[in-house]
């Protein structure tokens, strides 16, 4: 394993352990909040992710609640971190950016201009090699992109 597949691993293992963004979610979402619930059923990942966006179109706060592999509230933690106190519009082009890198099948290498859009969240690279953990690291983003429409209806 290279020096940057070993990083790679070490953020991914970071970020599930200490969970950024992982909170208890009490209560039905307020003014200016969105929620989102998204269930993986081929692995059991699961996870309840609440965005609050401002009324300019920043994200202001993702919290979520979570329990599956290490993958999947990696990539929570990774994305709470990343983008809270981005512009929706900022998620929209990350989010893009992050499912060409699942479809990838391992083709699209990180590199420095990847690192630059998705920060930590470039270390899911070597995920998209595995077919049936792509869903695994998907699943808080597709939550967030829900969760961050309805807060910004």
Known sequence: MNPLEQL?????????????????????????EGQSHQHNPLCGDDITLRARVS????????????????????????????LRGHAVSEFAEANETFHELMRSRGKLAADEEL?????????FAGVSKFPARIKCALLSW??????????SA
Do not use: F, N
């Open 55 to 82: 009324g300019d179109g920043v994200i202001e706060s993702l919290a979520w609640q979570g329990d599956g592999c290490s993958i999947s509230m990696a990539s929570a933690s990774v994305l709470s971190e990343t």
């Open 115 to 123: 690192e630059e859009r998705l920060g930590d969240a470039a270390a």
């Open 8 to 32: 790679y691993q070490e953020i991914i293992l970071d970020h599930s352990k200490r969970r950024v963004g992982a909170a208890a979610l009490e209560g039905e979402p307020g003014a200016h």
């Open 142 to 151: 597709e939550a967030a992109k829900d969760a961050i429409a309805r807060a």
